[in-house]
């Protein structure tokens, strides 16, 4: 009778094949109708805002999670176009609650998506696939955050990320 053996394949980067768990894949999608406020930073005009969306992620002890790719659409309109010749930006950004410092003037070092765009009342859809280098997400939490700026329409714009995350739960102590 053969005896059970352990087989420990290692990946091109050195990592055990157990010590990672995954690849795993989850759809979300999440729904805005914002306006903002008069913005008053400088050189802007219209209205502003933000809202943030919290999408946890739940390792098994002894693990993070890490990112690896998104994809799906960003779309949006003007809730009651009809203003001729007045415009909206909008954003789409995913975010980790990791250290913000960067060497990079103006930089965001733990944003792993940003998507800015903008509507004049028709909609618009903007398409993503993108692999995500980096990724740790060290709390287990990813920010969906939408927002809309130099907004001229005195209304407010639906924006509506739909995406899915491929992510694997990486052994911490290796």
């Not at 219209?46 to 690896?68: D, E, K, Q």
């Not at 733990?110 to 280098?133: H, W």
Request: proline share 6%.
């Amino acid at each position: 009778m053969r005896k059970p053996f352990l087989l420990l394949a290692i990946t091109a980067t050195g990592i055990l094949a157990q010590d990672i768990l995954g690849p795993y894949s989850s759809a979300a999608n999440h729904a805005d109708d914002i306006q903002g406020t008069p913005d008053s930073r400088q050189n802007t005009w219209g209205t502003a805002a933000a809202n943030t969306h919290v999408f946890a992620f739940h390792a098994p002890p002894g693990y993070v999670t890490r990112v690896l790719r998104v994809y799906g659409n960003f779309q949006g309109w003007i809730r009651t176009p009809g203003v001729a010749g007045k415009c909206a930006g909008v954003m789409w950004g995913l975010r980790s609650n990791a250290d913000d410092t960067t060497p990079m003037d103006y930089g965001s070092a733990n944003t792993m998506l940003y998507i800015q765009d903008a509507t004049c009342g028709s909609p618009f859809r903007d398409m993503v696939d993108f692999k995500v280098e980096g990724g740790i997400l060290p709390d287990g939490v990813l920010r969906s955050i939408v927002a809309v700026f130099l907004n001229e329409t005195g209304q407010p714009v639906h924006l509506e990320p739909s995406f899915t995350v491929v992510f694997q739960f990486e052994k911490i102590d290796r």
